[in-house]
C-alpha cells in the first residue's frame, strides 16, 4: 500500500508540472491536465441536483440539472423582464419543408419597449423575403404590444401552452436580390403534441462537465457562468396555413422548430460566435445541435438534441470543430460533421439551397451578425431539410454595407 502511495504521489507531481496548452486561435480552450478531474467534479454536482430536486427551482437557481419553471401554464407566457438593461425574452421560429419552403421569424423583448425580430421567407419562384428594416432588427413597440412578442406587423402569441401558437405577419417584404417589395399576409398557426426539451434540466451532464473543465477556474469564473445563465427550452411542431404574396395565396405547411428563451442578461459583446443547425428528416427524426463559443464563459460547449420516435435524446458529442468552419468570418457553405446522441452517432452532410442569406445584427451597436441559411441535409444518408443559423461578434459597429 505504502509504496502504491508513493507512485500516485510521483504521477500527481508530474501532472502538476505539465504546461496546459494555449487556447486555440487564442480562444478555444483545449483539455488541460486536470480537466478529467474537473469533469467529474461537475459531473457529480448536476447528478446531485437531479437527485436533490425534481421541480422547478426558479429562474435564479436553474441550471446544471434544474429547471426554472415546470408550469406549462405559465412557461409559454411572455416573462417579466428583469431590471437589467440586457434582461431578455425571446421566442423563435424556423424550418422548411421538402418543396423548400423556409421561414425564420422571431421576436426578442428588450428593455425600452424594443423587440429585436427576425423575419426571412423563402418560396420557390418567388426567393428569399425579408423584412424590410434589415439588417436592423429593433422594433419599436408601443405600450400593448410590449406586454408580447408583437410589433411592426409581427405578432407571436401563444395559445394553448405546448401546443399551439398563433404566427402571423402583414406588411411589407422586400426581395433580397430584387430587391422588389410585396405585400405579404402571413397566417400561420403552430402545432405540436411532441414533448420539449429544457436546456436547464435536459442537457447530458457528462457533456456540460466536458464544456466547464475546458476551461480556467476561479471564484470570478463561476460568477460569470451563473450572470450569463439563460433559461432555454425547445419543442419540433409544424406551421400550417396560408401566405398571401401581393394577393397569390397560397398554402403551406412546415417542419420547425420553436425556442423560447428568458434571461437576466442576453450581452451579445460576450458571444464570440456560434453555428446552430434545425432539420427534419424524411423518416420524421428532428434534431438542433452545434456549438457555441462564449469566451470566459464556455469558449467550446456542444449543445442540442434529437426527437426520435417520440422520444428527445439530448447530444453526448458533437464533432464539429467550429474553429475550422468559418472562423474568419465567412460561414462555410458546404460541409459535414457528427454528432452522437441517444448513443447513436449521425453522420451529418450539409449543403446551401442557394446562396441567397438572411442577414440580421443584434444589439444597440450591432454587437452580434447573423447569418440564417437554408439547407438541405444528409444525416446517415437520408435527406433532411431545414436551417441552419450562424452568428458572429461583430466589432465595426452600425453598417450599411451588406455582403453581397
Not at 500516485?8 to 508540472?17: A, C, E, K, P, Q
Not at 417542419?255 to 427534419?280: A, C, E, P
Not at 428527445?312 to 468570418?329: S, T
Not at 437554408?374 to 461583430?394: C, L, P, S
Request: proline share 3%; glycine share 10%; hydrophobic share 35%.
Amino acid at each position: 500500500m505504502f509504496y502504491l502511495l508513493v507512485i500516485f504521489i510521483f504521477l500527481l507531481s508530474g501532472v502538476y508540472f505539465i504546461v496546459d496548452p494555449a487556447p486555440i486561435l487564442g480562444i478555444y480552450q483545449v483539455w488541460g491536465k486536470w480537466s478529467w478531474i474537473k469533469q467529474w467534479i461537475i459531473y457529480l454536482g448536476i447528478k446531485y441536483n437531479k437527485r436533490k430536486k425534481t421541480g422547478a427551482v426558479g429562474h435564479k437557481k436553474a441550471g446544471y440539472g434544474l429547471k426554472a419553471n415546470d408550469d406549462i401554464n405559465t412557461m409559454e407566457l411572455p416573462q417579466k423582464l428583469g431590471e437589467h438593461p440586457l434582461a431578455v425574452d425571446a421566442v423563435w421560429f424556423g424550418g422548411a419543408n421538402k418543396d423548400g419552403v423556409y421561414l425564420v421569424i422571431s421576436g426578442a423583448r428588450r428593455q425600452d419597449r424594443i423587440m429585436q425580430s427576425m423575419l426571412f421567407l423563402y418560396i420557390p419562384g418567388v426567393g428569399l423575403l425579408q423584412y424590410p428594416n434589415h439588417p436592423e432588427t429593433a422594433i419599436q413597440q408601443n405600450e400593448s404590444e410590449s406586454e408580447g412578442w408583437i410589433g411592426g406587423g409581427i405578432h407571436l402569441e401563444p395559445v394553448e401552452p405546448l401546443r399551439k401558437w398563433s404566427v402571423r405577419y402583414c406588411g411589407e417584404l422586400i426581395n433580397v436580390c430584387t430587391k422588389q417589395l410585396y405585400r405579404v399576409d402571413l397566417d400561420l398557426v403552430y402545432n405540436t403534441n411532441l414533448k420539449h426539451f429544457d436546456f436547464d434540466s435536459d442537457m447530458n451532464p457528462w457533456t456540460v462537465a466536458r464544456a466547464m473543465a475546458r476551461e480556467p477556474w476561479s471564484q470570478e469564473y463561476f460568477a460569470r457562468l451563473r450572470s450569463a445563465h439563460q433559461n432555454h427550452y425547445e419543442q419540433f411542431g409544424s406551421l400550417t396555413g396560408t401566405v398571401d404574396i401581393d394577393g397569390e395565396k397560397q398554402k403551406i405547411e412546415i417542419d420547425v422548430m420553436k425556442d423560447h428563451t428568458h434571461g437576466s442578461v442576453r450581452d451579445w459583446t460576450l458571444m464570440h460566435r456560434y453555428g446552430f443547425h434545425q432539420f427534419t428528416t424524411q423518416s420524421g427524426i428532428r434534431g438542433f445541435l452545434g456549438v457555441v463559443s462564449q469566451p470566459g464563459t464556455l469558449s467550446v460547449l456542444e449543445l442540442g438534441w434529437i426527437l426520435r420516435d417520440g422520444q428527445p435524446f439530448p447530444v453526448q458529442d458533437v464533432d464539429f470543430q467550429i474553429w475550422n468552419f468559418g472562423e474568419g468570418g465567412e460561414d462555410t457553405s458546404d460541409y459535414g460533421f457528427r454528432f452522437q446522441a441517444g448513443d447513436v452517432w449521425y453522420n451529418v452532410q450539409v449543403s446551401l439551397v442557394h446562396q441567397e442569406k438572411g442577414r440580421a445584427y443584434y444589439g444597440h451597436d450591432w454587437e452580434a451578425r447573423i447569418v440564417e441559411r437554408f439547407a438541405k441535409y444528409k444525416i446517415n444518408g437520408e435527406d433532411g431539410w431545414g436551417v441552419t443559423e450562424w452568428e458572429y461578434r461583430n466589432k465595426e459597429g452600425k453598417i450599411v454595407k451588406i455582403e453581397d
